[in-house]
């Protein structure tokens, strides 16, 4: 890029020599929301997470369902400013067990979401990355040093899909996916957002789940998300519940423990079972818990079997509320 340019995700440019982000420090706002929101089912369930982004971002998906931000080039979309110092004293304040770096992927804000990952390791709360996975090698080491967990979108299982929806590549999203399972103490989750005739055949759900099987394991939580029309996919349908089930049995049928539906009211398929004795052992209806049956440690309460994630005592009770927060007033 020459002096005065911008990038294709438009938060980046060239000033006075040097390729500086515009974005850092301000964000398109923040909400305090349930952590299966982001989603994750397995890190701290029942808490409830201070979530902001930014603007921009490094993919074109034309599904995008929070393309007013990702997608935004008016620098006005920014609603607060916000240190990591304020963000970490108001996620204390607001009794969050964790930060959430989304809407937009933070990897087009990634100093940014560092610094802020780092005051809040300070201050006793915990971080999570929603991203798409699409990054570099070696920003990918750097910026999961300050992650304590991640929910990575694999979008679909082609190449074709990636580059014509997406405006991406398949294999750097599966490289970042080994190296979280290989390298990293990182607990992350993957969703996939199932998109008619797109990515939902049997053949392609086949191969994705099989993949996930013999590179991360069974224990990776798998969730199938329902799509809804958006932005640049407005002429296609709603996700039918039905496909959302045929994709969880497939992946059970491949071995995957913990694959759950989403964006639609399904408790079976919501909930989570114990893998040693099958008993369910916390139950949901979207991002509502119920019936819980872990000890402190993770440990279902039938067989003593500790289920794989992150449990600090019992579940939370944030629920399903939505809070909008402004940053800016509460540092007055």
């Known amino acids: ?26 964000s398109s706002g923040f909400c305090v929301d349930p952590i299966e929101k982001k989603p994750l089912n397995h890190f701290l369930p029942g808490t409830s997470v201070l979530s902001f982004g930014t603007a921009g971002c490094n993919l074109a998906c034309k599904f995008c369902q929070n393309w007013d931000m990702s997608k935004s080039r008016e620098m006005d979309t920014l609603a607060d400013r916000a240190t990591p110092e304020m963000l970490a004293a108001a996620a204390q304040r607001l009794k969050c067990a964790s930060v959430a770096f ?58 074709r899909f990636y580059k014509k929806i997406c405006g991406a590549e398949l294999g750097a999203v599966l490289e970042t996916l080994e190296y979280l399972k290989r390298e990293t103490s990182v607990w992350f989750e993957i969703t996939t957002l199932l998109i008619p005739d797109e990515n939902d055949s049997d053949a392609e759900l086949d191969q ?42 497939i992946a059970r049928a491949n071995g995957l423990h913990y694959v759950y539906t989403g964006n639609v009211h399904d ?23 119920g019936e819980w049956q ?29 809070m909008p927060v402004r940053l800016a007033a509460m540092a007055r």
């Open 1 to 26: 890029m020459h002096e005065g340019q911008r990038g294709l995700c438009f938060v980046r440019g060239v000033e006075a020599g040097e390729v500086k982000l515009f974005t850092y420090g301000r």
């Open 102 to 159: 989304t809407y937009n992927d933070p990897v087009v804000f990634m100093e940014y979401a560092m610094d802020v990952a780092d005051a809040c390791r300070e201050a006793g709360v915990k971080s999570v990355a929603v991203t798409a996975g699409y990054i570099n090698a070696a920003p990918r080491v750097e910026f999961y040093k300050h992650m304590d967990a991640a929910n990575v979108d694999l979008k679909g299982f082609t190449e």
């Open 208 to 249: 994705m789940t099989r993949w996930i099987m013999d590179k991360l394991g069974p224990d990776v939580p798998l969730h199938f998300t329902a799509f809804h029309p958006d932005w640049k996919m407005m002429d296609k349908a709603h996700t039918p519940p039905a496909t959302l089930t045929r994709a969880r049995n």
């Open 267 to 289: 408790s079976a398929g919501s909930s989570t079972y114990c893998v040693g004795c099958g008993k369910r052992v916390i139950e949901r209806d979207w991002y509502e818990l």
């Open 294 to 322: 872990l000890d402190a440690a993770g440990k279902c309460l039938h067989c003593g079997t500790r289920l794989p994630g992150v449990f600090d005592g019992a579940a939370g009770n944030w629920g399903a509320k939505r």
